[in-house]
C-alpha cells in the first residue's frame, strides 16, 4: 500500500467490514460470503496457476509496455520485466482465487476482462468453467502476445484476446454479444473510463450479471466513481471487499442494499 488514501480506507474497512455471513441480513449475500468468500474449498486448478504464478515472478523477460490508463503507482518506464509485473502489476493470488471462485458459483459463461496483463488471472477465469468463453482485452501489444503464448501452453481454447484502446474494443465487443455473465474491470484507474465502461455494460447487463472493480481505493478518483456507481437507480446490490467492488443488478431485490465483507 503506497499512499495515504488507502491505508486510511483500509484501515476503515478493517473496523467496519463484515468477517462472515453472520449478521448479514441478505440470503444471496450470505451465501457469497460462505460459499465464495470464506470457503476453504480446494479447486484442483489453484496448485496448478500457483506454481504459474511463481515461475513469472522469476520470469527476467524485459516487455515494452505501451499503458493506456492510469499507470502504474509502483512500476515506471515503458521497460518492464515479467517478474516485476507478476509482483505489483497483477491480482495477488488471494484475489485471483476469490475471482475464479465468484465465477464458479455464479456459473457465469460469458466473462469480459477489461486488463488482461501477463494472463494469469485470466487463467484463473478459464479455469473456473471450461465451457465458458473469456474475452481478454488489454492494450499493450507486448502483453497480448505474452499472454497469448501462456494461453497456448496451457492449451486454454475458451479465451478470445483482444488488443486495442478499450475504448474501441469493449464497445465493438459489446456489440457482438447479447448478454454477459461476468465483466471485470482492472484496467484505466481513472474516475473518467471507470464511469465510462460501466454505463457501456450496462446497455448488456442482465438481472444475473456481476460487474468486478478492481482497486476501488486505488485513488480518490476511483473511490468517487465507486460512490456514484453504487447510488445508479440500475443497481440493487453492492459488496465492498476493499480491494474489489461487486455490483449487482437482481430484479428480485426490491431494495438497494450495500455491503463492506472482509476477505
Not at 488507502?6 to 444471496?28: C, E
Not at 473469456?134 to 475458451?158: D, H, M, P, Q, V
Request: aromatic share 12%; with cysteine; glycine share 4%.
Amino acid at each position: 500500500m503506497s499512499n495515504s488514501w488507502l491505508i486510511k480506507n483500509y484501515i476503515s474497512h478493517l473496523i467496519t467490514a463484515k468477517r462472515s455471513g453472520h449478521g448479514v441480513h441478505s440470503p444471496f449475500v450470505y451465501k457469497l460470503t460462505e460459499n465464495v468468500f470464506n470457503t476453504q474449498q480446494h479447486f484442483y486448478a489453484f496448485e496448478e496457476l500457483s506454481e504459474l504464478r511463481k515461475d513469472l515472478r522469476e520470469n527476467e523477460t524485459e516487455l515494452v509496455i505501451n499503458d493506456m490508463g492510469a499507470g502504474s503507482q509502483k512500476m515506471q518506464g515503458a521497460k518492464r520485466k515479467v517478474k516485476d509485473i507478476a509482483l505489483h502489476g497483477i491480482s495477488s493470488q488471494k484475489q485471483s482465487e476469490l475471482l475464479f471462485k465468484l465465477a464458479n458459483y455464479l456459473k457465469s459463461k460469458v466473462i469480459i476482462e477489461l486488463g488482461t496483463s501477463l494472463g494469469l488471472t485470466t487463467l484463473y477465469l478459464s479455469y473456473s468453467d471450461t465451457n465458458s468463453k473469456i474475452y481478454a482485452l488489454e492494450g499493450s501489444e507486448s502483453l497480448i502476445e505474452f499472454s497469448k503464448k501462456l494461453f497456448a501452453k496451457k492449451e486454454r481454447t475458451n479465451i478470445t484476446s483482444i488488443q486495442g484502446n478499450f475504448d474501441q474494443t469493449l464497445p465493438q465487443l459489446l456489440s457482438q454479444l447479447s448478454s454477459f455473465d461476468l465483466l471485470y474491470i482492472d484496467g484505466n484507474h481513472t474516475y473518467e473510463a471507470t464511469l465510462r465502461y460501466f454505463n457501456l455494460a450496462l446497455e448488456k447487463a442482465t438481472s444475473d450479471s456481476v460487474i468486478i472493480f478492481d482497486d476501488i481505493y486505488w485513488s480518490k478518483g476511483m473511490t468517487k466513481a465507486w460512490e456514484e456507481i453504487k447510488q445508479h437507480e440500475k443497481v440493487k446490490l453492492t459488496i465492498d471487499c476493499f480491494y474489489f467492488g461487486m455490483v449487482f443488478f437482481r430484479d428480485e431485490q426490491k431494495q438497494k442494499e450495500h455491503f463492506k465483507i472482509f476477505i
